[in-house]
Structures are given as C-alpha cells and as structure tokens.
C-alpha cells in the first residue's frame, strides 16, 4: 500500500517530462517555421539574429544561476516563478511591436525555460530509477516524430487562420500541462540540497553565446566567442570531464562531444545538399527530417536491450555508427556527389544517435562518485548539449565559410571526428 503513491508520482513525472519534451518540439517547429513572418510583421528581416538569439541566451544566463534560484526559493516558488515567466515572456514575444522586444519576450522565456529545465530533470534524477529514465529518454526522443512530419504545415495553417501572435502561443497547453506534472509530482517529495557552486566562470557561457549571435567581425570572431564559452563550460560540467575521468564525467564530456557534431552537422545538411551536392531545396527538406526521425525511432527500441545488454556499449557504437555516416557524407562530396546515398547515410547518422542517446544521457545524470546533487548534474547536462550544440554550430559555420579551409567538406569531416571522439569517450563513461 505504501508504495502505490510513489510509483504514481513517479507516472506523473514521467507523463510530465515526456509532455514537455512533445511541448519543446512543437515550439521548435513553431519557431522555425513563423521566422520569417516574424520577421516581415516586425520589418526586421536584417535582423534575424535578434530574433532568433533570445531564448537561446535566456537558457545560457539560467544555467549558471538555476542552482541558485532552486536553491534560494524552494521547489514550489521556484516552480510558480518559473512559469510566470515563462508565459510573462511569451506574452511580451506575441505582442511586440519591434524586434527589440520580440528578442525580450524570447529571453524571458527562455531563461524561465532553462530554471524550470533543470528543476523537472533533476526531479527525474531524484525520483526514477535507471531503468524508468531510459524509457522516459527513450520515449521523449519519439515525440519529435509527429511535429517532424506535420508541425511546419499545421504551423502555417495557424498562422493563416489566426495570425502569427497567437500561433506563437501555440504550444503553450501543452508546455503548462507537461510542467504542472511535473511540478506536482516533484513538489510531493522535494527536498533541500546543499549550496550550489559559484557562479562566476560560468557566466562565460552566455558572454561567449552572446558574441556568437551578434558578433558581426566574420568567422574570427565567432571562434572567439566560442573559445569564451568553451572557456566557462568547465564550470557547469562534473570535475573531471575535461580529462575524461571515468563514470559521469567521461559520459557528459561525450554528450558535449555528441551535440557538437550532430549538431553541428545538422545546422549546415541543407547548405550541404543544395551548394555541395546540388540538389533542389524541397529534396534536401527530406534528408533534413531524416535522421531526426530515425533517431526518434530507433530510440523506441533501445529501453528492452539496455535492460537485456546493460547500458556500457550502447553509446560507443551508436556514436561510431553516427560518425561513420557524417564521415561518408563529407567524403561524397569528393567523390561523386549523390542525394538517395545522401539520404541513406544521414539517416544512419541519426539511427546512431538513436543508439547512444539514451543510454548516454542516463549515463551523463547518474551521480556515481562524483557527489553532485540532482540539481548539478542536471544542470551539467543540460550544459553539455547546449555548449556542443552552440559551439558545433560556431565551428562549422565559420569553417564554411573561411577561404582556405575547404569549406563544407572540412566542416563535416571535424563533426565526424569530434562524434569519433564521443564513441572513444564513451568506452570511459560506464
């Protein structure tokens, strides 16, 4: 008898987290797909990158500060302040009249995002075991399948009907629903955590975030700005992860490693395909769904053979096989040029990322030896991803673009390289 609220609690979290998940990609698609509406309604459409930095620069200033504020309120006031910023800073987005405050709104949200982002995972961390957090990983992943296949049409035919402001609000049920789970499953068994760490190196992150969206010198500026952040990931990450000490901190530097090179990969296929390879805008949208579906997919799987194979393998191979498809990708461009072996090779990049992710990611938020609290680790997690992702894209837009480097085909080899490294810091994280 005593056990059944417990594991109705733990439903409910999992419910909540997977809902956000489904809440974070409608979002994603939203956002990309009303970019340039946005940005006609707003006559901003030189200024693409104020419209598209905010919530990114949001989530990059909350994670150094989300321990703290978690720390400072409690669960349940950091809980309600969160989510009044949330809605506060959408509310501004969908009614701005210029593109400074769009930006605002989008930084407020973001930021309210990232404090409520590290609350639902460290009460994941805290509350489900192993096994229930690699289906709840495993099931989130799946829930970019729908939004993939409809959320850019149905996004334009919201806008049609409504207008851009109100399908910006869009996804916001969904994103209340999925965080009130979450809340109430966590608030039930909440408890307090020792002080968080300082907070002054990592405010690197968003000085570097915030060179790289607005730097306007060209790619050596962008580096710069991501040398910066690089600079103040140390102090999000476990000890250890830069050395790639065993456990956790060898599974969060291969997360880091993961994000820059899919990422980073992701950010250019359609320049890939339409500069390098020649093909036409609507065949390269398809290869650009690709490999985010397969990993959704294949993501379902992986749960029942973690629990038969254990945890150990899973991110070694699935980040080799996804290095071996971006490798063959970059190495076409020499060879001969073709979009279904396109198709068919960024595909196996994601069916890869399907086989590591999970397992990784459980990997990357179990505490170990290393004595971080629930909040830490999923602040460091959270940190891992964005920093590779920022810096995959940094890297390989500024190789892209500099003479002398061999553009795209050098971009693609250092994202099939860096996902290598993710294989090989992967043999260290069990």
């Known amino acids: 008898m005593g056990s059944k609220p417990v594991a109705r609690g733990a439903v409910a979290l999992a419910v909540g987290i997977v809902a956000l998940e489904f809440g974070a990609a409608v979002t994603s698609f939203v956002a990309s797909t009303l970019l340039p509406v946005v940005a006609a309604g707003l006559s901003a459409r030189d200024r693409l990158g104020l419209l598209t930095a905010g919530t990114t620069l949001g989530l990059f200033v909350a994670l150094p500060l989300a321990g703290r504020v978690v720390h400072r309120l409690g669960a349940r006031l950091t809980l309600t302040a969160g989510l009044a910023g949330y809605l506060a800073g959408l509310g501004v987005a969908a009614s701005a009249v210029s593109a400074e405050l769009f930006a605002l709104g989008q930084f407020l949200a973001g930021f309210s995002g990232g404090v409520l982002g590290v609350f639902g995972i460290s009460s994941a961390i805290e509350h489900l075991d192993e096994r229930l957090r690699v289906r709840v990983v495993a099931a989130s ?60 190196r990592a405010l690197l992150v968003p000085a570097g975030a915030t060179v790289i969206a607005f730097g306007a010198g060209g790619w050596p500026v962008t580096l710069a700005g991501a040398a910066v952040a690089f600079a103040g990931a140390g102090a999000l990450l476990p000890p250890g992860a830069g050395r790639l000490r065993r456990g956790t901190p060898a599974a969060v530097a291969a997360l880091v490693l993961f994000a820059f090179g899919y990422f980073g990969a992701d950010s250019l296929i359609t320049v890939l395909l339409t500069d390098g390879y020649g093909t036409p805008l609507a065949q390269a949208a398809i290869v650009l769904s690709g490999a985010p579906l397969a990993w959704a997919v294949t993501s379902l799987l992986i749960p029942r053979l973690v629990r038969r194979h254990g945890k150990g393998a899973f991110p070694v191979a699935g980040l080799a096989v996804a290095a071996a498809g971006v490798g063959v990708v970059a190495a076409m461009l020499l060879v001969a040029p073709s979009f279904p072996a396109a198709l068919v090779s960024w595909t196996v990049a994601g069916v890869g990322v399907g086989i590591a992710y999970p397992a990784l990611y459980v990997m990357a938020t179990t505490a170990g030896t290393t004595g971080l609290t629930p909040t830490e680790l999923a602040t460091s997690a959270i940190a891992a991803e964005a920093i590779g992702g920022v810096l995959g894209r940094a890297v390989g837009g500024a190789l892209s673009s500099a003479p002398g480097t061999g553009g795209l085909f050098a971009s693609y080899v250092v994202f099939a390289l860096v996902l290598a490294g993710g294989a090989a810091a992967g043999t260290r994280a069990s």
Do not use: D, K, N
């Open 141 to 200: 992943s799946a829930m970019w399948i729908l939004p993939a296949l409809v959320g850019p049409a149905a996004t334009l035919a919201l806008e049609h009907w409504l207008g851009w402001r109100w399908t910006l609000l869009a996804p916001v049920p969904v994103v209340l629903l999925g965080r009130l789970f979450v809340g109430r499953a966590a608030l039930r068994s909440a408890r307090p955590q020792g002080p968080p760490r300082p907070v002054g």
